[in-house]
């Protein structure tokens, strides 16, 4: 059974982090984000001043592409997780940071799950392809190996994608999108950019404690989703050389 948002249970120090974390964050990322997101998040009627009502956000997202978010009390297993995605349910926690903790996170709260990642649930090629890959990866979810690949490629794209968007690299993951700091080191010349691609990015361990080592873009989101037959290629070729090795 679902979890429910309860939006009076938010205080005034609630709304004020909400506010202060979208506000700083809008700053940086008004002209680095991709239009996409930009535009998502008119859509899903975000403002500053107040936390999203979730049920309003679900009334708007559910029309531009069917998705909704879905309630969780924080981080949950990757078979559930992956279950709601491929039944077009994005996993969000209702929980918001404190002002003391407006820099770092251990887990991550309401910020970055609903300003990082719903604004772009509202682009069909993008929720096809987040659908697609969860979909590849629960026909090989009790495969350590599989699921680590594809947590990968989720990794790389959903959380920490570049896109080419006006010959301007912008950003579309959501773990960048909520980093005031990652929104600006990830296009700067500092950062490492390379082109889409599937192999490399299934053969590159992510990075959890420090700015990633490098960055994929992306030429379109309906690239994205043109790319979930490699995907499935390339995993079920992994997944019958494990079969032939043991």
Known sequence: MSMVQEYL????EDHEVWSLLFSRQMEIIHELASQSYLDGMIK??????LVPRFDQVNFELNKATGWQIYVVPGLIDNKPFFQHLAKQQFPATTWLRTKAQLDYLEEPDMFHDVFG?????????FC????GISTITLEHIENPHIVELMARLYWYTVEFGLIKEDNRT????AGILSS???????????????PFDLQRIF??????DKFQSQYFIIDSYEQLFNSLDEVKRIIDRESKSENIAA
Not at 118 to 123: D, F, G, K, Q, V
């Open 9 to 12: 249970s938010y205080t005034a």
């Open 203 to 208: 053969d590159t361990p992510y990075i959890k």
């Open 117 to 125: 990642h719903i604004p772009l649930l509202s682009e069909p090629h």
């Open 180 to 194: 005031s700091g990652e929104s600006v080191f990830s296009i700067s010349d500092e950062a490492t950019h390379i």
């Open 44 to 49: 899903c009627g975000f403002e500053a001043s």
């Open 128 to 131: 096809q392809f987040l659908q």
């Open 170 to 173: 912008k950003i579309y993951g």
